[in-house]
């Protein structure tokens, strides 16, 4: 790499077909050294996204580089908010992985939103509740603007999509909150307690039905027969 950089005929900043410069495919893979020897260059763009509006932060982001991601917010003209081609920043790409630690360093900026939602609607808090990341929900739920209850385009809360997916510690975190409605359906009318019904996830069901504000008239039929929701006929949910 130094060697070629020393050439008065090699482009450091060229693309490849896919639009990613030698700065992006560094990043994406995490070579520090290499990242640093092309941002002290002044004719490389630390910022440049490739074809799918991947930059070099956005890929090191997603794919946890937590080094590459210190020195790419340290550079001047580096957006950290800058988004790919689905609405996804570089935070949310670090949170929907689960790395946290990128997700500290991002958060710890001034200007990055952690409540900015993607092209679907969906919240960075959304994406980690969905895939069951607790310590990146945990480091959400603790910054000002978050809302813990913000739908998707589908109407999807962070809970319903934790519920749905079995995520038992991050519904127990969500459920802690006084902000958080229990019983809140998407717009397909399914609430929270029907998608862990219906996908068989036990322990959500239970921690759902100790929620006050739950009571429908399902789970009040479910206590009156002393029975596990997992039990009843899946056809009247």
Known sequence: ????????????????????????????????????????????????????????????????????????LAKDGVNPNKPGSFGETPLGNALFYGHEGVVRLLLARGDVNPDEPNNHGQTPLRQASMNGHEGVVRLLLAQDGVSPDKADANDATPLLSASRGGQ?????????????????????????????????????????????????NQTAQVKHHSISPLEMDMREW
């Open 168 to 216: 038992e510690g991050v519904v127990r975190l969500l459920l802690a909150r006084d902000d958080v409605n229990s019983d809140k359906p998407d717009n397909q009318g399914k609430t929270p307690l029907r998608g862990a019904a219906c996908d068989g996830h036990e322990g959500v069901v239970q921690l759902l039905l100790a929620r006050d504000g739950v009571l429908t």
């Open 1 to 72: 790499m130094r060697l070629l950089l020393a050439r008065d005929d090699a482009n450091p900043d060229k693309p490849d077909n896919d639009g990613r410069t030698p700065l992006g495919g560094a990043a994406c893979e995490g070579y520090e050294t290499v990242v640093r020897l092309l941002l002290a260059r002044g004719d490389v763009n630390p910022d440049k996204p490739d074809n799918d509006g991947g930059t070099p932060l956005w890929w090191a982001s997603g794919n946890g580089h937590g080094g590459v991601v210190r020195l790419l």
